[in-house]
Structures are given as structure tokens and as C-alpha cells.
């Protein structure tokens, strides 16, 4: 999983708290993806970002949750007023700007909620 | 609805031969295949992808089979190695680069290479 940088890689917090995730892409990926993993279950897909551009963010949860990808610097993913539910693996994935690659991912962070 | 179903939650295989994990798909939009290999506290590594043109695409000891009519593909190992045992995750995407499209994940298999 060289290339994709996360972190934390672990991060607790307080139910009300705020949790902010990092993401950055492999050098030349202009495509940035936020999944999250419940325990026993697949990977889900959040959201789907380019520079500055929000692509489809049909898989996240419409409150507390955000996502931005700025011209320079990483990826975030925030979550806002956390709740128990949140716990879960969040990770990213990058893929360059032209079709026919795979995505490749971090090796994401764990969020507790305690 | 699990749009990309792995029916067996785990596999239990010999030492050099030939694992075989299966993958259902319902929905017909989706054009490009993917297989990935999950150690616990690591990210999915990529292993191999099928564009649906193809029903076959074979890598070192990786061969990916899609059957587009029967909408299932499955991820042929052999010999397996001690090595391989993880989880395997098979994921669909509507675009045909899998690039450029959120990836729709099975719930993954866990593959047991045996001595």
C-alpha cells in the first residue's frame, strides 16, 4: 500500500468531539475516494472527489459528515458531533485521471468513539 | 441490497493447490471487475481487474474469470501459497476504467492456506 498516505492511523474520540481524517493521494493521482469498513462487512463507498471538486458523494451520510480535497494538501474527511456509530475503518483510495487504472488504497485509520 | 455478494466467508485450502473464490454481481451497469487482498490493520492491495469485453485475464498465479451471463466471477489461485491467506475482496465499478467511479464491495472472503 506504498503511496497512499493516511492518518492517523488510529484516533479517539469523545462522543460530541470532532474527527478529522488525512488523506494523501499517490504522486501524479488526481482522483482521491473515502470508504469506510464496519467490522465483518465490506468496504462502503463515501464519496468520490478531484481537486477542489466534490465528483459523487452519494455514499455519505448527508449530516455531520464532510468531505474536501483543497488545491494543495491533503484530503479530509470530517466528522462532526461524533456518535458510537462512527466507529468504524476509514480509508482512502487514489487513481490517476485517465480511465482503465485501479484504485489503491491506504492503509486507512481506525476511529474509536468512545 | 448487496449488489456484489461473496456467499462463502471463508476458504480453507491445501498448500500448492488451486483456491477458488467466487463472486455474484446483480447489477447489469457494472463493466469492470476488480480483486483485492486485505491483511488485518493494512489497506486493500490491488491484485487483479477484468473489463467485461473479456472473460478471462490471468496474472503470474492469478487468473480472473468473468461470466457475464450468469453475472459471476471468480479469482483462481495456483499454486496457493502460505502467503495468500487473507481476505479477498471482489468490488464492481460502472466505469470501465474502475477509476473513476466509487467501487461497489462483496463482503469479502477469508482465504486459509494450510500446510
Known amino acids: 500500500n506504498a503511496g497512499v498516505m493516511q492518518n492517523p492511523r488510529h484516533l479517539v474520540r469523545r462522543r460530541g468531539q470532532e474527527a478529522r481524517l488525512r488523506c494523501s493521494p499517490m504522486k501524479g493521482h488526481s482522483h482521491v475516494y473515502w470508504y469506510r469498513q464496519l467490522p465483518e462487512e465490506g468496504l462502503k463507498f463515501m464519496v468520490y472527489?478531484?481537486?477542489?471538486?466534490?465528483?459523487?458523494e452519494s455514499g455519505m451520510p448527508k449530516e455531520r459528515f464532510s468531505a474536501e480535497f483543497p488545491k494543495e494538501g491533503p484530503s479530509i474527511l470530517r466528522i462532526q458531533q461524533v456518535v458510537r456509530g462512527d466507529s468504524a475503518a476509514y480509508f482512502c483510495?487514489?487513481?490517476?485521471?485517465?480511465?482503465?487504472?485501479?484504485?489503491?488504497f491506504g492503509d486507512g485509520t481506525r476511529l474509536s468513539i468512545l | 441490497d448487496q449488489q456484489v455478494k461473496q456467499n462463502s466467508p471463508s476458504l480453507s485450502v491445501q498448500e500448492g493447490r488451486i483456491s477458488i473464490l467466487n463472486c455474484d454481481y446483480t447489477?447489469?451497469?457494472?463493466?469492470?471487475f476488480l480483486w483485492y487482498k486485505k491483511y488485518p490493520a493494512e489497506g486493500p492491495t490491488f491484485l487483479i481487474s477484468i473489463s467485461s469485453i473479456k472473460d478471462k485475464n490471468e496474472d503470474g498465479r492469478f487468473t480472473v474469470f468473468l461470466n457475464k451471463s450468469a453475472k459471476h466471477l471468480s479469482l483462481h489461485i495456483v499454486p496457493s501459497q502460505p502467503g495468500d491467506s487473507a481476505v479477498y475482496f471482489c468490488a464492481a465499478s460502472k466505469d470501465s476504467g474502475g477509476g473513476a467511479d466509487g467501487l461497489t464491495f462483496g463482503k469479502g472472503t477469508h482465504l486459509i492456506i494450510q500446510p
Open positions: 472527489l478531484q481537486k477542489e471538486n466534490i465528483i459523487d
Open positions: 483510495a487514489s487513481s490517476p485521471s485517465y480511465s482503465n487504472q485501479p484504485q489503491h
Open positions: 447489477n447489469s451497469m457494472f463493466d469492470y
